[in-house]
């Protein structure tokens, strides 16, 4: 019979006391390490919102899905709509003569958050804005964000355009991890279409000029929002991605994205806490040509830990035993859980360190003969013991 064991194991983290939360003056933020995919901080995170500008992440990621799938090309010229040239606020300055490239559409959105560019990408891709929009809210729920709908693709106000901090985040999350090839242009610190308007060709984020490793992506703003971004940055060898919102003006958004930036960085470490190939536990074989088999961990575990306390740190391993041979190297058998305070846990597969073979004639007789070992003592140990009266002797 298989059996759920459970050991304890010790990990040595050379900790940075455990930092403090960060309170943010946003009213909603996500703030998540990419590098160690460990969540920082969430703060209403998963209730759905206006998300103003910060939505075009979405239209740009359907477009970048079409380059990658070959319907489009960055050279692919779309026409300009009347309802795209009339669209209101932030504006790429569009009319209804020109026919822009694609990649002039992307440097558009992501620089002069263009709302007439997301609409001309969303009539080019899918004929109207609102089929287009569906696409999107279905798109959206396919690749995880739940708490996403989409009425239009730039983010003008509408009760039916609503993501959650945690949605906008994986989706810059995948943005920046599934389209490299495309990800600089949020870089951009400034673009003009055709040189119209000076005015709007620097990009909104306001972090790209600090020189704190900040390349992207999307700020946003209206009345119900108030003014959020989606920001990413790399310092060493660590990529941090957050989401704030609810900021009351341009410099508190400015100045709360910075204060993220140095937070993620500067408060937590990054340690190598078990090192790949490293046995963990160890599992007993059914039916094998060996009896045990190794637990390991397949690479080496890096973990974000606050900083500021040198100590030890608590995990636990899951696994099933005896595992049925044959049984592969690599092959998953069980799971290190490792917990940190304040932070989520941390689940690491166990590995089969070695392959395991089905044993032969002699491994299946010892292996039959325990069987039988163990079937014996259990009905010996549960028959009942001779009563008192039994064993009296008759009397005389």
Known sequence: MKQILTAL???????????????????????????TDTVLLEKNSDTPLPPASMSKLMTLNMLFEALQDGRVTLDTRFNVSSRAKDMGGSSMFLTEADRPQVEELI??????????????????????????????????????????????????????????????GILADRIISEFPEYYGYFGMEEWGFDGRVPTNHRNR????????????????????????????AVQGDRRIVF????????????????????????????????????????????MGNAQHVGLVVPEDVELLVPALVQGEMEAHITYESPVHAPVEAGARLGTLHIQLPDMEAREVPLVAEAPVTRGGFVPRVRTAAMVLYERIREETASAPEPSAELEAEPAS
């Open 9 to 35: 194991a010790v990990l040595v983290v050379a900790a940075l006391p455990a930092a403090a939360q960060f309170d943010t003056r946003a009213t909603a933020a996500w703030i998540y390490d990419q590098t």
């Open 205 to 232: 984020n306001p972090l790209l000029t600090l020189g704190i490793g900040a390349d992207g992506l999307k700020t946003g703003h209206t009345t119900e929002a108030g003014y959020g971004l989606v920001g990413s």
């Open 243 to 286: 989401v704030i919102t609810g900021l009351d003006s341009e410099d508190a958004r400015a100045e709360e994205a910075e204060r993220v930036v140095n937070w993620a960085f500067r408060q937590f470490v990054q340690k190598t806490v078990v090192e790949g190939g490293s046995r963990l536990a160890t599992a007993d074989v059914w």
């Open 107 to 168: 440097k558009g959105i992501v620089v002069q958050s263009g709302n007439d560019a997301c609409v001309v990408v969303a009539e080019g891709l899918a004929g109207t804005e609102e089929s287009f929009a569906r696409l999107m809210t279905e798109r959206a729920q396919a690749l995880g964000m739940e708490n996403s709908t989409f009425a239009n693709a730039s983010g003008w106000p509408n009760p039916n355009q609503r993501m959650s901090m945690e949605d906008l």
